[in-house]
Each structure stands twice: as structure tokens, then as C-alpha cells.
């Protein structure tokens, strides 16, 4: 089983190695760039954004990023949000790809989230189609809320209860 670390992305060397990180042959109907992704994070502040590089060590296997505690009052303007906590992005580098990465990431992910304020569950969201991520969700144990955002299918995942 893969076990990975999320590492805050500070520096401009940080960055460089996030954008790396490369889709797999016909995933980018199904994920956004790492470049799109900084964009999206640069144009939408209002969506709590927040990245990290996936690491297995000192290698950077992949790319992660959240809306980290969208606030109600942001969610109540803008019906298009979905959170406080959302899966924005889960890019995994081809070259590390069906190796348990993905799952790994999102394990690490739940174990973040477990501490923040208010996190019971977390979204995200996929195109419905071949080669969706959608199944690879399901199977982590996110269900689908019957919601279609920007022509997604949004998913919930429950998340085990802490000390919150």
C-alpha cells in the first residue's frame, strides 16, 4: 500500500515540481493542469483554495487541492460553491498512476481534514464518461448527491467523526 505526505507548496522550486506533474493519455477531459489549477485558485480566493504536492519521499508523485473551509456566508452568495470542504483537484503524475497513490492521497487528505473546523464531509465533483474518476470515488466510499454542477456529478463523503 502507497503512503504519501502532503507538502505545502511555498517555494518557487515547490511550484515548479507541482507543475510537473502530467496527466495520463485523454485525462484532460476528466482533470484540470496543474496550471489551471493555480489559476483557478488565483481567480476564485472565495473558494478557500489550498494545494500541496503528493510525495512518496522526496518524489513528487502527484498534486492535490482543496476548498479548505469555505466559509457559510461565501457558500450562501454563491450557490455554485459547494463545501466547506471540496475536492478541487486529485492529479495523480502518469508515470505513478494505479500504483495506490490516489487512495493514499486521499487518505491523507481525510486524516487533514479530521482536525479542521466543521469537516463531516468532503465534495468534489467529476464528468460523467469514459474514463471518468467517478468510480474510483465510489469504491473510496464517496455516493453521489443527485446534484449536476457546470455539468458535473457532485459526490459526498462522510467523514469519520473526531473530537470536532
Given at each position: 500500500?502507497?503512503?504519501?505526505?502532503?507538502?505545502?507548496?511555498?517555494?518557487?522550486?515547490?511550484?515548479?515540481?507541482?507543475?510537473?506533474?502530467?496527466?495520463?493519455?485523454?485525462?484532460?477531459?476528466?482533470?484540470?493542469?496543474?496550471?489551471?489549477?493555480?489559476?483557478?485558485?488565483?481567480?476564485?480566493?472565495?473558494?478557500?483554495?489550498?494545494?500541496?504536492?503528493?510525495?512518496?519521499?522526496?518524489?513528487?508523485?502527484?498534486?492535490?487541492?482543496?476548498?479548505?473551509?469555505?466559509?457559510?456566508?461565501?457558500?450562501?452568495?454563491?450557490?455554485?460553491?459547494?463545501?466547506?470542504?471540496?475536492?478541487?483537484?486529485?492529479?495523480?503524475?502518469?508515470r505513478h498512476q494505479r500504483q495506490g497513490y490516489g487512495t493514499a492521497t486521499l487518505d491523507a487528505?481525510?486524516?487533514?481534514?479530521?482536525?479542521?473546523?466543521?469537516?463531516?464531509?468532503?465534495?468534489?465533483?467529476?464528468?460523467?464518461?469514459?474514463?471518468?474518476?467517478?468510480?474510483?470515488?465510489?469504491?473510496?466510499?464517496?455516493?453521489?448527491?443527485?446534484?449536476?454542477?457546470?455539468?458535473?456529478?457532485?459526490?459526498?463523503?462522510?467523514?469519520?467523526?473526531?473530537?470536532?
Amino acid at each position: 500500500m502507497a503512503v504519501v505526505q502532503l507538502r505545502d507548496i511555498v517555494t518557487d522550486e515547490d511550484r515548479a515540481r507541482a507543475l510537473a506533474v502530467q496527466r495520463g493519455p485523454g485525462q484532460e477531459h476528466y482533470v484540470a493542469s496543474v496550471e489551471k489549477s493555480f489559476a483557478d485558485a488565483i481567480e476564485s480566493p472565495e473558494a478557500a483554495p489550498r494545494y500541496w504536492t503528493v510525495n512518496d519521499g522526496d518524489e513528487v508523485v502527484g498534486f492535490v487541492m482543496i476548498s479548505d473551509g469555505v466559509p457559510a456566508g461565501e457558500i450562501e452568495a454563491d450557490p455554485t460553491l459547494i463545501g466547506p470542504y471540496f475536492l478541487w483537484r486529485l492529479l495523480i503524475d502518469e508515470r505513478h498512476q494505479r500504483q495506490g497513490y490516489g487512495t493514499a492521497t486521499l487518505d491523507a487528505l481525510v486524516a487533514y481534514l479530521r482536525d479542521r473546523p466543521g469537516a463531516i464531509e468532503l465534495y468534489t465533483s467529476c464528468v460523467p464518461g469514459d474514463g471518468t474518476p467517478q468510480p474510483f470515488y465510489e469504491r473510496y466510499g464517496f455516493v453521489p448527491t443527485g446534484r449536476i454542477e457546470e455539468d458535473e456529478v457532485v459526490l459526498r463523503l462522510d467523514l469519520p467523526r473526531g473530537d470536532r
